[in-house]
């Protein structure tokens, strides 16, 4: 997992983000296409959102064991959400006849599919915001100074979230909850923005060059030196059984034997 933290940290966190927008705009793009299916929409999510979460985190977080563990967290994360949703991914939705009621002022076609996608998954959409911004309350400590603003944005973006999905699944009536779920849902939206923003600002953090230049000088000299010992190892066992064929063809006597063989191994 190291191994991976350390690509991470060579790779740019700025084509991260734009990688996580396009996928964005494919997943629309593929779920009008599709009929509604949101399926492959959610798989092209799932791998955008983690690319960018996994990136991000190798770059923010110095110590690599925790970045290692905090990237496993939001990868299983991502896919449980992916799993919690899977029932209703394979449903057709009238995108089209809600973007036509919608141009005509109606938007109780597009305010029925919003709550029904919000209801079928609320349950994993509640944990799983909770828990992600503890988890990055908790780690904000670690974090790289360069990118503390936008970790606690984050972290108080998930809280949000939480929020407001309990207060649609549990104050739902009429239209007028779920209008705050949508105007709420927008200010998370515009907060994601200016994090990823301000992320395609910073960059990569510098601070890591030279923690990644160590760890992997560290991996070449151990690989070296387990070679060399390997190596070692190989030409003692050849001396030795010459030395164990020159005994047997009576070459070498006993005591003979034993000193050269004591040589071999002390040397």
């Known amino acids: 997992m190291e191994e991976i933290i350390i690509r991470l940290r060579k790779f740019s966190l700025r084509w991260a983000i734009v990688i996580m927008f396009v996928a964005s705009i494919l997943s629309g793009l593929s779920a009008l296409k599709s009929g509604g299916s949101l399926l492959l929409t959610s798989l092209i999510l799932f791998a955008g959102a983690t690319l960018f979460y996994a990136t991000w985190s190798a770059q923010a977080i110095k110590d690599t064991k925790k970045a290692s563990i905090l990237v496993i967290v939001i990868t299983v994360a991502t896919l449980i959400n992916l799993i919690g949703q899977w029932n209703t991914l394979n449903e057709s939705i009238d995108f089209e006849g809600a973007v036509t009621a919608a141009i005509w002022g109606d938007d109780s076609v597009s305010n029925n599919i919003i709550y029904s996608r919000a209801m079928s998954s609320y349950p994993t959409q509640l944990l799983l915001s909770f828990v992600s911004g503890i988890i990055f309350i908790y780690v904000f400590r670690f974090v790289d100074k360069k990118y503390r603003f936008c970790w606690g944005a984050m972290a108080f973006m998930f809280f949000l979230n939480f929020i407001n999905v309990l207060m649609l699944a549990t104050e739902y009536n009429g239209y007028q909850s779920l209008e705050i779920y949508i105007d709420i849902n927008n200010i998370i939206g515009w907060i994601s923005a200016i994090i990823y923003i301000v992320l395609l600002?910073?960059?990569?953090?510098?601070?890591?060059?030279?923690?990644?230049?160590?760890?992997?000088?560290?991996?070449?000299?151990?690989?070296?030196?387990?070679?060399?010992?390997q190596t070692g190892l190989e030409a003692k066992t050849q001396q030795l059984f010459k030395l164990k064929e020159l005994l047997d063809s009576g070459i070498l006597s006993k005591e003979e034997f034993e000193s050269e063989k004591a040589k071999i191994l002390n040397n």
């Open 201 to 229: 600002c910073q960059g990569n953090n510098p601070n890591l060059v030279a923690a990644t230049q160590t760890y992997e000088t560290t991996q070449n000299s151990q690989h070296v030196n387990a070679t060399f010992e």
